[in-house]
């Protein structure tokens, strides 16, 4: 069974531009969860998605948002970047939703977003 | 305010147990999370917690007290691949946020 995907591995823009990132996930999981982690502020979580609908939201500016589409792959939008934006972009999948005892998730290996 | 608290570092030596704690104040509590990340890795799930009481799994262990606010991540026969930073989450911000903790490292010797 093939892991958790994301796309591009690396990455490098410019102050001001936009950057999409992309999640695969497990083959049958429908909820995936996204998070930045950078040594200032370390691991923090942005949005959990799930059939498409977001259910789950970190505190982090509208800059950042996010969409699930029908074969539950996922896709993560941040407009205007910021130096601060710099960061590990990780996403992880997951069978169901959170609350449930027999919750698991499932790691991709992050994006490396660079900004200029 | 919203606060996680897990030991900065901790030192164990190879095949002995270790405890590493987690204290929180969160508006709200739905679960806990336990994950485990290598330098340079991304992270990986250990356990998420939802009632109190004792979860194992393998030489891992996780146990919750909601009323106390606390739980802690039991690891046994340690090995030197152990050695890693261990976070600690809290389900329970608002509009469902995780609150982090900011890690503990532990170092495995020999």
């Known amino acids: 069974k093939a892991g958790v995907t994301q796309t591009p591995r690396y990455l490098i823009k410019t102050r001001g531009q936009q950057v999409t990132l992309s999640c695969s996930p497990i083959?049958?999981?429908?909820?995936v969860s996204w998070y930045q982690q950078t040594p200032g502020q370390g691991l923090q979580f942005l949005f959990e998605?799930?059939?498409?609908?977001?259910?789950n939201k970190g505190n982090f500016p509208g800059r950042f948002s996010g969409r699930q589409f029908s074969n539950s792959r996922s896709e993560m939008n941040v407009s205007t970047l910021e130096l601060g934006d710099s960061a590990l972009y990780l996403c992880?999948?997951?069978?169901?939703?959170?609350?449930?005892?027999?919750?698991?998730?499932?790691f991709g290996p992050g994006t490396r977003l660079t900004v200029t | 305010g919203q606060n996680i608290d897990q030991p900065t570092e901790m030192t164990a030596t190879e095949g002995a147990i270790v405890q590493i704690n987690c204290t929180y104040q969160?508006?709200?509590?739905?679960?806990l999370f336990w994950y485990q990340q290598h330098a340079g890795e991304a992270p990986t799930f250990l356990s998420y917690?939802?009632?109190?009481g004792l979860e194992e799994k393998g030489r891992f262990s996780s146990f919750l007290s909601r009323s106390k606010g606390y739980s802690y991540l039991l690891l046994k026969e340690l090995q030197m691949k152990d050695s890693a930073s261990y976070l600690c989450?809290?389900?329970?911000?608002?509009?469902?946020?995780?609150?982090f903790g900011k890690g503990t490292k532990l170092s495995v010797k020999p």
């Open positions: 083959s049958g999981h429908r909820s």
């Open positions: 989450a809290v389900d329970g911000g608002s509009q469902g946020n995780l609150i």
């Open positions: 917690n939802v009632l109190d």
């Open positions: 998605y799930f059939s498409e609908t977001q259910r």
């Open positions: 969160t508006s709200g509590f739905n679960g």
């Open positions: 992880a999948s997951s069978l169901g939703v959170r609350a449930m005892p027999t919750y698991e998730q499932y």
